[in-house]
């Protein structure tokens, strides 16, 4: 770890302002967990995501007055541990203009459509002009400055709808992203995706946002030749009634379809909801529930973003007016809350609150730590949301859980009905300590029309294992250590697709974890990985 180079790349001062506040929280409230602190701070700071050992040796080296018993003993605990062993990199296109003309959405001076350009990401994005290969190529800088792993990454384009931005500039733009990973510039996307299966910095998955009405069948095609593997849809509401008013320009007819299109073509499948979106708190939860129980929608996951009014919108317009009111955090705490008792164990809930600095918001959740308040308000209610995000292994040290037993670690096959087709969630779970290593979601499709998948496929969506086997091993007994948690639960879906009488398998894969595949017997079948199983 080179400690200078990662002070080459920040200011002092950005530093000094992050370790002030991280002393002060840390001082206030003993109970508050590193992770969401760290992550709250160095977003605010415009710091990458810092290891616990970096920031002893800062505080060390900037404050040695403040450094004790106390900070070096809650650093030194493995509270941070994560274990998911891969590297997120937003990047952000230039400003284009976006279809969607939504009453709430900010645009800020040069940030694209729904950011207010004060962002960390949109603030890295402008410092780079917008340019892909220096956003990509900065940030793994930062992460190897500062001693965290940047081998396996997942790609993020975010901002406005980038579907709908001319499409030459789309394929530059991801091809100028491989080949800022790759460390050498190809003569086009499909010569820079083969260079990364076997590159230094490989993309292992790609995430595009984009809206319900632009993802049809052409989005979808596009998005498999960029070699994407989840999709983020922006939902905000299941009224119809709501999304007129706020002048979304889709209904749910839209998502339903854009939801069934994406699982069938083996996608992941993230929502984005928007509580308090001219909705009261009853409304809101029964919402959260409809979410997971009606199968037109089922999202593997969701980012839950409180409706904000933010200066310079139509809504900011209302809300001055009296028209309308958003909820606060309180309100917010109690509404997401109450609703995880709907969230099913095959749901991971990625984050809760946007990035926008509170300064920028006129009204709303202004607290950076919405995640943080829930868990919090569950732990106080003695209730518990059993998401994935709640029940992955490294969950132990992010939310402090007690420990009841030995681990006992054991495959769990659950399946529901979703847009159609059957979805098999099958983890790798220690039932009596609800935890989860890994898991693997299976789709027997319903309509699918990409020409690779016929009657006789079926598909994997997402193969995740949590941390590398020898980390989970140290924690672990010998139940888990050793095993190969990624090929035993590949084996359990071709069996189980077996059983369903489907002869082949086609797993969606970032183009840096082909190889990976390979290894079971896998080969390039337009943009999966495909093997015959019978
Ligand atoms: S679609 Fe998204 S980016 Fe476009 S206006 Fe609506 S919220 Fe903003
Ligand atoms: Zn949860």
Redesign the pocket.
């Known amino acids: 770890m080179n400690q200078d180079k990662l002070l080459n790349l920040v200011s002092q001062k950005q530093i000094k302002n992050f370790l002030v506040e991280f002393l002060e929280t840390l001082n206030k409230d003993e109970e508050s967990s590193i992770i969401d602190l760290k992550k709250h701070l160095c977003a605010k700071y415009n710091l990458p995501l810092m290891q616990n050992s970096q920031i002893l040796w800062l505080i060390k080296k900037n404050f040695p007055e403040k450094f004790n018993k106390k900070i070096n003993d809650k650093l030194k605990s493995r509270l941070s541990r994560t274990g998911s062993g891969v590297t997120p990199i937003a990047v952000m296109p230039k400003p284009f203009p ?1 279809p ?3 009453t709430y ?1 900010p645009q800020g001076e040069n940030a694209p ?2 950011y207010t350009g004060f962002e960390p990401a949109t603030m890295r994005a402008i410092r780079s002009g917008y340019d892909a290969k220096n956003q990509v190529q900065t940030r793994l800088m930062q992460y190897e400055a500062l001693g965290q792993p940047n081998q396996k990454c997942e790609l993020i384009i975010m901002g ?2 980038f579907l709908s931005v001319p499409l030459d500039y789309q394929y530059q733009f991801v091809k100028e992203c491989y080949d800022a990973f790759n460390g050498k510039v190809s003569k086009n996307l499909e010569q820079a995706k083969k260079i990364n299966q076997t590159a230094k910095h490989r993309v292992i998955g790609l995430t595009i946002e984009t ?1 319900p009405d632009w993802c049809k069948e052409e989005h979808i095609n596009r998005m498999l030749e960029f070699g994407a593997t989840r999709v983020e849809l ?1 939902v905000q509401s299941l009224d119809d009634k709501v999304l007129r008013k706020v002048q ?1 320009g889709h209904g749910q007819k839209e998502i339903i379809k854009a939801t069934a299109l994406l699982k069938d073509s083996a996608f992941k499948v993230c929502y984005h909801f928007m509580p308090g979106l001219y909705s009261s708190r009853k409304k809101d939860i029964s919402m959260l529930k409809k979410l997971f129980s009606d199968e037109n929608y089922k999202p593997d996951m969701l980012k839950i973003y409180p409706c904000l009014v933010i200066p310079n919108t139509k809504l900011y317009e209302e809300y001055k007016k009296g028209a309308f009111e958003p909820i606060d955090t309180l309100e917010a705490v109690q509404r997401i809350a109450q609703a995880t008792k709907y969230f099913p164990p095959w749901v991971r809930v990625m984050r809760m609150q946007r990035d926008i600095p509170a300064n920028k918001i006129a009204a709303g959740v202004k607290a950076g730590n919405l995640h943080q308040l829930v868990d919090k308000w569950l732990k106080e209610h003695n209730q518990k949301c059993r998401c994935i995000r709640c029940r992955e292994i490294f969950s132990i040290y992010r939310n402090n859980k007690q420990i009841n037993s030995e681990f006992d670690f054991d495959l769990v096959v659950r399946s529901y009905k979703a847009s159609t087709g059957k979805e098999y969630f099958i983890s790798y779970e220690d039932k009596k300590n609800d935890l989860l290593a890994g898991f693997i979601r299976l789709r027997i499709p319903a309509n699918p029309f990409r020409e690779e998948i016929d009657a006789d496929s079926a598909l994997i969506r997402e193969l995740h294992v949590y941390g590398s086997e020898a980390e989970i091993g140290k924690i672990s007994n010998d139940s888990i250590q050793h095993k190969g948690l990624g090929k035993t639960l590949l084996a359990k879906a071709e069996e189980i697709a077996l059983k369903t009488k489907k002869t082949k398998l086609l797993i969606i894969s970032g183009v840096g974890a082909r190889e990976y595949y390979k290894k079971f017997g896998y080969s390039l079948k337009g943009p999966y990985m495909f093997k015959n199983i019978c």
């Open positions: 976006c969607g003309r939504c959405c459509k729904s406005g709808t809206r922006g979304r």
